[in-house]
């Protein structure tokens, strides 16, 4: 982990409690800041890093219009850094045609409109205080267009999207806006019993961990990056070691996309 010092900082995550979110959490209270982690339900983890207080959990559902306001109220009138994370990539086995109004608008409300609202309900204390980091997850897909994942794969590009423009308008004020884009990452949304994995491997007969080696073997590094390895991205934007970087987009794929 690196070397980076939060302590007094306030930080917000989305989706905390396991794979990404849990990764970032961990690195942000290591590195001495405060965090109020949001999850639809916590976990082992999480609760353990709460155990010595720096770690504040609230149990919400962030899909919900008000959820990610009233995580953010948690934090009071000092927000230094927002992490945008929550999201899922359901699957699309059955190809564009059933993807129904209902998917593609929860697809959508999920990935790019919670890290609207949190962004919203965050910004007035950043704007402020003339300081603040927004680091919003977003993924490859939002360049690599998958049918696999049509729906979340347009989410994602709108989240990017959204970042870039909301970088242009608030940097002047001192808040910086950035996006971490991970390739396939070894968590539970690919390789849990209904991760992509899985309901790939059931959809094609083929085994999950067969599914998982396969989309290995397209990064030129052979292997899923880790949790933690994210993270470490996350914290370096959200941190003053990265204060003249805004509007930027850090990819983490293994060499999964192979252009510029």
């Known amino acids: 982990m690196m070397n ?12 905390a409690s396991r794979g990404i979110g849990l990764a970032v959490t ?7 800041a405060h965090v109020i982690a949001g999850a639809l339900h916590s976990s082992a983890e999480l609760a353990k890093l709460a155990a010595d207080g720096s770690v504040t959990i609230s149990e919400l559902d962030l899909a919900a219009p008000g959820g990610p306001a009233d995580l953010v109220a948690l934090a009071g009138t000092r927000i230094d850094i927002l992490v945008n994370n929550v999201g899922g990539a359901p699957p699309r086995t059955s190809g564009f045609l059933a993807i129904t109004d209902e998917e593609w608008l929860s697809t959508l409300n999920l990935n790019l409109m919670t890290a609207v609202r949190a962004s919203r309900a ?3 204390a950043m ?3 003339g300081r603040g980091a927004i680091v919003n997850v977003c993924s490859v897909n939002s360049v690599l267009s998958d049918p696999a994942v049509m729906d979340y794969s347009a989410a994602k590009a709108a989240v990017a ?13 001192g808040v910086r806006v950035n996006t971490v884009s991970p390739g396939p990452v070894a968590t539970d949304l690919w390789l849990g019993a209904n991760g992509v994995a899985a309901t790939v491997g059931q959809a ?12 290995a ?5 052979g292997r899923f990056s880790r949790p933690e390895e994210v993270a470490d991205l996350v914290l370096l934007l959200a941190s003053d070691v990265t204060a003249n970087v805004t ?8 060499g999964l996309i192979p252009t510029w």
Request: hydrophobic share 45%.
């Open 204 to 215: 094609t007969g083929a085994r999950p961990e067969d599914v998982a080696s396969s989309a």
């Open 127 to 129: 704007l402020a205080a």
């Open 217 to 221: 073997s397209e990064m030129v590094t």
């Open 122 to 124: 965050a910004l007035p």
């Open 247 to 254: 509007g930027a987009d850090i990819r983490i794929d293994g």
């Open 161 to 173: 999207s959204f970042s870039k423009a909301l970088s242009k308008e608030v940097g002047p004020k």
């Open 26 to 32: 961990r690195a942000l209270a290591a590195s001495g």
């Open 4 to 15: 980076v010092d939060l302590t007094g900082q306030t930080a917000v995550v989305t989706g």
